[in-house]
């Protein structure tokens, strides 16, 4: 890659800045739910008493925000760092959303930008005290998930992944990605693993069975949770009302992480 892995090392925030632990939600494959499955687990951790933010790494597909209501301009200075919005949980978020003067405007940037918006995301949001900071990557194994893998003090990578073959063929590319950086895998959540008949409680698999427990076998890691289709999730969304969700398999996720 051009660069001595080994000479980089993780920026510990400036000024006030105390977050324990920070974790990247991370799929290589487009489509299978990362934002919904990174929003849902801010809103478990923030249910279960920790401090936690959003760090919105899609800088080109940013999505954060709408899930959580926020609008373009809700956020503050100090002067020197931008402080970022609350949700009602308390959650922080920073998103380049939130920066722009509408939420449909393109963000038309080459890989140095979009690398240069994450340190700034890092170093420059007033993010103060947080137990955990989870980092939204877009898909790819691109310049913004090596950014964040490379010189964010990560405790570890969430993989997300959907049964369909070519998602987890796209997603096991991203786990050698961590791999390759020394960067630890906390475990896989295969998102849209079935769909339950809401007349006769049959399982039913719209992509195929869930392929999880396989790729677990295969690749060493945890599997952190097998989630269904839920229609309520993307009408929340949508809403802005992700906080409203009751989302039971969330709380016990968090409880392995």
């Given at each position: 890659?051009?660069?001595?892995?080994?000479?980089?090392?993780?920026?510990?925030?400036?000024?006030?800045?105390?977050?324990?632990?920070?974790?990247?939600?991370?799929?290589?494959?487009?489509?299978?739910?990362?934002?919904?499955?990174?929003?849902?687990?801010?809103?478990?951790?923030?249910?279960?008493?920790?401090?936690?933010?959003?760090?919105?790494?899609?800088?080109?597909?940013?999505?954060?925000?709408?899930?959580?209501?926020?609008?373009?301009?809700?956020?503050?200075?100090?002067?020197?760092?931008?402080?970022?919005?609350?949700?009602?949980?308390?959650?922080?978020?920073?998103?380049?959303?939130?920066?722009?003067?509408?939420?449909?405007?393109?963000?038309?940037?080459?890989?140095?930008?979009?690398?240069?918006?994450?340190?700034?995301?890092?170093?420059?949001?007033?993010?103060?005290?947080?137990?955990?900071?989870?980092?939204?990557?877009?898909?790819?194994?691109?310049?913004?998930?090596?950014?964040?893998?490379?010189?964010?003090?990560?405790?570890?990578?969430?993989?997300?992944?959907?049964?369909?073959?070519?998602?987890?063929?796209?997603?096991?590319?991203?786990?050698?990605?961590?791999?390759?950086?020394?960067?630890?895998?906390?475990?896989?959540?295969?998102?849209?693993?079935?769909?339950?008949?809401?007349?006769?409680?049959?399982?039913?698999?719209?992509?195929?069975?869930?392929?999880?427990?396989?790729?677990?076998?295969e690749t060493g890691i945890r599997l952190l949770g097998t989630l269904p289709i839920?229609?309520?999730?993307?009408?929340?969304?949508?809403?802005?009302?992700?906080?409203?969700?009751?989302?039971?398999?969330?709380?016990?996720?968090?409880?392995?992480?």
């Open positions: 890659m051009g660069e001595d892995l080994a000479s980089i090392k993780p920026k510990i925030p400036k000024g006030e800045n105390k977050v324990k632990n920070v974790l990247a939600i991370m799929s290589g494959k487009g489509g299978v739910g990362k934002s919904s499955v990174t929003s849902l687990l801010a809103v478990a951790f923030a249910r279960k008493g920790f401090k936690v933010g959003i760090l919105d790494g899609d800088i080109t597909g940013p999505s954060i925000p709408k899930m959580f209501g926020l609008k373009p301009g809700q956020f503050g200075s100090d002067g020197e760092k931008i402080i970022p919005p609350e949700t009602g949980l308390g959650i922080k978020i920073m998103s380049i959303n939130l920066l722009l003067k509408s939420e449909e405007e393109a963000v038309i940037w080459r890989g140095p930008l979009l690398s240069g918006a994450i340190k700034q995301f890092w170093e420059d949001v007033l993010w103060g005290e947080l137990d955990y900071l989870l980092v939204d990557l877009p898909p790819g194994t691109g310049d913004v998930p090596l950014t964040v893998l490379q010189t964010l003090p990560l405790k570890g990578v969430v993989i997300v992944s959907s049964p369909q073959d070519l998602a987890v063929m796209v997603v096991k590319k991203a786990m050698k990605l961590a791999k390759n950086l020394d960067v630890p895998i906390l475990g896989l959540i295969e998102n849209m693993a079935y769909l339950k008949c809401p007349h006769c409680g049959e399982l039913l698999y719209p992509f195929k069975k869930p392929q999880g427990e396989e790729i677990c076998r839920v229609p309520e999730y993307a009408e929340y969304a949508d809403r802005g009302l992700i906080e409203k969700l009751e989302s039971p398999e969330f709380l016990e996720i968090v409880n392995k992480l």
